[in-house]
């Protein structure tokens, strides 16, 4: 071979690498905007955390002990002002199994405590003490904050029922990127089995929000955690289907109101703030963490 047929057949594989990653673009925008179509859903994930172990129980354990360190002399404050406090040594093991993953941010397991406070004292302000509390989650994950919601409806006696959305199944054995992978791959179920009265309370249901929630039949939502899919359309369309079912003084909580990791969050925050009748009260533990009390004034 000569250097023109060298040089003619490096141009011909160039044409064609290029042709290809056109032609990949393409697919994968005809593939996006598929989805995008009202009638054709999103296929669920079947393996979100993959097929393998990320670490070994050692390296999870380690990661434990480091996000432990992390001073917490503001939610103690913020603690103290709400008059309710989790149980450090049930939230940090029930943290151990659910929030300790590899992944790039630092660890931040807050908002257990966050949420059982905020909504022990909604349960102390209740005028009828026997009300039977609906509470909705988006964006279950590995179960860690409905488990921090049902402890506080269990502590502080009051009756209700928390029901969580997430695209990931519950019943499904898969591994999870968390310590428990150790001992194979595990459902939902299982890997939350230690937390059983807690379970009692909790109704999993596996989708995407759009479509799970216009099949809800909830009259009232007192009280809500919203932290499925981190875009202003989605939080803003979950918040439509809470707000028309809520009464003076319940709750809202966002999650990750900081605004340069989720900018989204923080606009849908900041036009509920603006054009719908809820005070908002931002609370920040740590510079990559923040989030929002919503709570509905009228
Ligand atoms: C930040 S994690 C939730 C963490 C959980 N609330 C906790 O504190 O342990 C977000 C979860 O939302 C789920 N998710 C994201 N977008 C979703 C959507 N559109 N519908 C249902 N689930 C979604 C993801 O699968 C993920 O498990």
Redo the contacts with the bound molecule.
Sequence with gaps: MDIHQIIKLKINNKVKSKFKSIFRSIFRSIFRSIYKLPFIEKPLPEY?FGKKIWANKQEYTLLHKEALKVNDNEVKDFESEYGFSLNTNWWSDLALH??VVIKPEKLNFF?GRLLYTVLSRYISNLSDKNSHLTIL?????????AICMAKALIDNQCPGFITT????PHNKPIYWNCIDDSMGPRSRAALLKKWSLELRKIIFLQ????TVIPKLGLERVNFAFL???HTKE?VLSEFLYVFERQLIGDIIIF?DVTEKIFPGVCEAVREIENNYPYEVHRIKFSDQRGYAIATKTS
Excluded at 137 to 145: D, H, L, N, Q
Excluded at 207 to 210: A, I, L
């Design positions: 979100p659910t929030q908002h989650e988006t964006g279950t994950a590995r179960g860690f904050s959305i997430d695209s990931i989708g995407w929000t759009n932290d499925a899919q989605s999650d």
